[in-house]
């Protein structure tokens, strides 16, 4: 399983619980200190919920970096944008990320994240994991969409938002914005003390942030497997687009407690239709997994209310 992945899910876990935590809501007007010490909190969790998000992006993305198949890729397949990201720009993230060393280790440090740089036309298998979004302290919008154009996924943005609906977060507008509010806020509440923000945003900002890192991780693991099926993918002669995309689903029956529905999108992808019922949730997990894999298609695991908690791709 995705390392950065069960990460995510614990910290998008904790964070969700922190938010229901009475500590963090305000009190009454006349509870001045309470409220003070509920704002302070709440700033504390919007740079977290940033960070989480940024985390997920840069982790999984450097995963990719490392799962291109030798016997099928070679360096001369990869696109323009790639081959210039696991070089310069990874040089740049390198060098960047140099200053934040212990003194005693930056060159030992230096000497061994140069070497996946230096190899990288020659060991597609261990790409740099600095070749995105590492040359600056945090990520932007515009990173992510590069991330995406290099690996063949076209209009970025727009794809996660179609990706996003179909797994059941279409209810953000827009999804740049999304995250360029994530951002927003994470920067008032890491310089100005003075900032308020409301317990609803940062409530509201769970749904953006899934629906964020689970559509950016399903279309770029879907970029992945056409570069190492042969596919490689090309954003303006081949790109990857949201409808390549093939999902199942699991979640909670609705009235039978404890058992759990396997689900694929009807023909017009406006409902989910179930196709099993399984008695427990591993049993519909690796059952589920096991027909996935064998059918190219990613499995989205739901909550009660819809949602996504969990999702894999192979």
């Known amino acids: 399983m995705s390392i950065a992945r069960s990460n995510f899910e614990k910290r998008i876990s904790t964070l969700k619980e922190s938010l229901n935590d009475p500590a963090v809501a305000d009190g009454t007007p006349a509870e001045i200190q309470k409220n003070a010490i509920a704002s302070m909190l709440r700033n504390g969790l919007a740079v977290l919920a940033f960070a989480i998000t940024e985390d997920f992006i840069r982790d999984r993305t450097a995963e990719i970096l490392s799962g291109f198949s030798s016997t099928t890729v070679n360096f001369d397949d990869l696109s323009d944008e790639l081959q210039q990201a696991v070089t310069f720009s990874a040089l740049n993230g390198v060098l960047f990320r140099a200053k934040f060393q212990e003194k005693a280790t930056r060159i030992p440090w230096l000497l061994h994240e140069l070497s996946p740089i230096a190899h990288a036309a020659t060991n597609i298998t261990s790409l740099s994991k600095y070749s995105f979004g590492q040359s600056s302290s945090n990520l932007s919008d515009e990173d992510l969409t590069k991330i995406l154009a290099a690996f063949g996924v076209a209009n970025g943005w727009a794809a996660i938002s179609k990706t996003a609906k179909r797994i059941g977060l279409g209810g953000v507008p827009e999804y740049a914005q999304a995250f360029k509010d994530l951002a927003?806020?994470?920067?008032?509440?890491?310089?100005?003390?003075?900032?308020?923000?409301?317990?609803?945003?940062?409530?509201?900002?769970?749904?953006?942030?899934?629906?964020?890192?689970?559509?950016?991780?399903?279309?770029?693991?879907?970029?992945?497997?056409?570069?190492?099926?042969?596919?490689?993918?090309?954003?303006?002669t081949s790109p990857v687009v949201d409808t390549d995309l093939k999902l199942k689903f699991v979640s909670p029956h609705p009235s039978q407690t404890g058992k759990f529905?396997?689900?694929?999108?009807?023909?017009?992808?406006?409902?989910?239709?179930?196709?099993?019922?399984?008695?427990?949730?591993?049993?519909?997990r690796t059952s589920v997994g096991t027909k996935a894999l064998a059918q190219g298609a990613y499995v989205v695991f739901l909550s009660s209310n819809g949602v996504p908690k969990a999702w894999e791709t192979w």
């Open 261 to 284: 529905r396997e689900q694929v999108e009807s023909s017009n992808g406006s409902i989910l239709r179930t196709t099993k019922i399984y008695d427990s949730e591993h049993e519909a």
């Open 184 to 236: 927003k806020r994470r920067h008032s509440a890491a310089h100005t003390v003075a900032t308020v923000i409301p317990l609803n945003d940062l409530v509201n900002s769970i749904k953006s942030i899934v629906g964020i890192c689970c559509s950016f991780d399903l279309l770029l693991s879907k970029a992945l497997s056409k570069h190492n099926t042969g596919h490689i993918p090309d954003k303006k």
